[in-house]
């Protein structure tokens, strides 16, 4: 079966590479809605008007320049079970929108896994493209590239006075969400993270925790994103992101700074005694793991832990969430159970 | 950021509504949206966001034309989605949703975005008539500047680009 491999992998290969600013910027993430024309959004389609959209889209993959992207598998939503679709979305292959829908849902996702096309979401097509590091522009690129294939094979629903047209009125115009996540534990320590977000917000960007809308931020990781669609261009959107993230950078690189100088013995404390626990808990809940993975992260880019690689890291906030670890242990679990088999997998992946 | 709402629990649903150039935020925790009856996404079913988004297009301000309310009978003829149904679920059933609804979208937009009109990417083949207004538009500025900057050989050139241009546009 194609899709197994990205069910069972908990890195993305994209993710193996660290990217610009990436001691502070995990990933950055370009995702365009882009729908047919004289066709329902998928909210009111029926299963044929569904089965005919994806049907026209697939075709769009023989078109020889998506060779430039690698092979892109179609996984179909409707054979996947519920494990299945929990790690796509753990891994951010998938939207839990996408997840939940039941109709004629679909991805085709790149070899590397850098590159997802969801078909039957709340729009007819989504592409996402996600990057180590801090790359919007990369990822803008890349998915404007795709975008200018499937616009030559299919009629979109585009108008000149709203631009392209969407299911949610929140994504018309552009259709273009860019965001960035970042690790800001040192904003965080020194309680500068509250007056930086406020900021954010005011300049047309919203702030969300790790998971998507309505997860909390845990672990200090923080989702940057633009809020307006309409009325910028995309290069707009992405320059403002952009010089946005690259201004929060600079405050927690100097609040790192000052942590380490005015108070090292303290973080290094800190630091060790949460690898400590890493190394030893037998319970670990998932606040947990992600707030110890967060010092530990911390103490890795401060130079207070060495021998340790930052991949791991990555690869273990993956692996310690619940889909992931019911996946590898096979087996199901209540919320007890996960915290006792996601401190054996956190034992045994730092215990080398 | 503490939620609005309780004032205890992180905030971790944030919006911004804009009235009449004015911004106004919500932040409130996953506790506040689940008792005000908003169902978080990645939960089980439910869009917060389209809940609060529909909370914005019921009071769509009085200084409308059309008054308060919409038309009883105001719905798309393609999908036959009603106004009030999309003011209920915050989204549209098809794209001319967005031709019926059009009059009383601007106010909407308006909060959300804090625009009405699209100045992004334009497809090449639909949009392609939009391509070359925008088009027109570059060169026109660009030859003004040529012209103040006495550079006429380059304003000729441009001049005859923009016939061409304009030629173009009038045989569609
Ligand atoms: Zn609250
Ligand atoms: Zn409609």
């Known amino acids: ?352 | 950021m503490h939620c609005q709402e309780c004032g205890k629990r992180p905030a971790t649903l944030h919006f911004t509504k804009i009235v009449n150039g004015e911004k106004t935020e919500f932040h409130i925790c996953e506790a506040c949206a689940r008792e005000k009856g908003e169902l978080i996404p990645g939960t089980s079913g439910g869009f917060s966001i389209h809940s609060l988004l529909s909370g914005l297009l019921d009071f769509t301000p009085g200084s409308h034309a059309q008054g308060n309310k919409a038309p009883e009978n105001l719905r798309c003829e393609e999908c036959g989605l009603t106004y009030s149904q999309f003011s209920k679920i915050g989204r549209f059933g098809c794209s001319s949703c967005y031709k019926y609804f059009n009059n009383r979208l601007d106010p909407l937009f308006k909060r959300v975005h804090g625009n009405t009109v699209h100045v992004g990417k334009v497809p090449k083949r639909v949009g392609s008539h939009l391509q070359i207004k925008r088009k027109l538009d570059d060169l026109r500025k660009e030859l003004q500047y040529r012209i103040h900057q006495e550079e006429f050989e380059e304003a000729a050139a441009l001049r005859d680009q923009i016939r061409e241009l304009e030629k173009n546009i009038s045989s569609e």
């Open chain 1, 1 to 352: 079966m194609a899709n197994r491999r990205f069910t069972e992998q908990p890195l993305s290969e994209w993710m193996r590479s660290g990217g610009k600013e990436s001691e502070i910027v995990i990933s950055s993430r370009v995702r365009i809605a882009r729908n047919l024309l004289n066709r329902p959004f998928p909210m009111l389609a029926t299963n044929q008007q569904s089965e005919d959209v994806l049907n026209q889209l697939e075709s769009v993959l023989a078109d020889e320049r998506m060779q430039q992207f690698g092979q892109l598998s179609p996984v179909l939503l409707a054979d996947l079970d519920e494990l299945d679709k929990k790690v796509l979305v753990e891994k951010h292959l998938i939207s839990p929108n996408l997840a939940n829908e039941s109709r004629s849902g679909a991805v085709f996702i790149s070899e590397d896994e850098s590159l997802s096309i969801m078909v039957n979401e709340e729009d007819h097509l989504r592409i996402q493209c996600l990057y180590p590091g801090l790359q919007v522009q990369e990822a803008w690129d890349k998915a404007t590239s795709v975008d200018d294939i499937f616009e030559a094979h299919v009629d979109y629903a585009f108008d000149d006075h709203r631009g392209f047209l969407t299911s949610c009125p929140t994504n018309v115009g552009t259709g273009l969400r860019a965001s960035v996540m970042m690790h800001l534990p040192a904003l965080v320590l020194t309680q500068q993270i509250n007056r930086i977000l406020s900021a954010v917000s005011q300049v047309g960007l919203t702030v969300r925790g790790i998971y998507g809308e309505g997860s909390e931020a845990t672990g200090n990781l923080f989702q940057i994103s633009n809020q307006i669609t309409l009325g910028q261009s995309e290069s707009e959107i992405i320059e403002n992101l952009y010089s946005v993230v690259m201004q929060i950078i600079e405050h927690e690189k100097s609040a790192r700074e000052r942590l380490l100088s005015e108070s090292r013995l303290r973080m290094t404390d800190r630091v060790m005694r949460s690898y400590g626990i890493l190394l030893y808990a037998a319970i670990m809940d998932s606040k947990e793991a992600a707030q110890r993975l967060s010092d530990v992260r911390l103490g890795v880019d401060l130079g207070l832990i060495d021998a340790l690689s930052v991949q791991v890291l990555n690869e273990l906030t993956v692996m310690t969430q619940p889909g992931f670890l019911q996946k590898k242990f096979q087996v199901s679990m209540s919320p007890g159970e996960r915290d006792m088999y996601r401190a054996k997998l956190i034992r045994e992946k730092l215990g080398k």
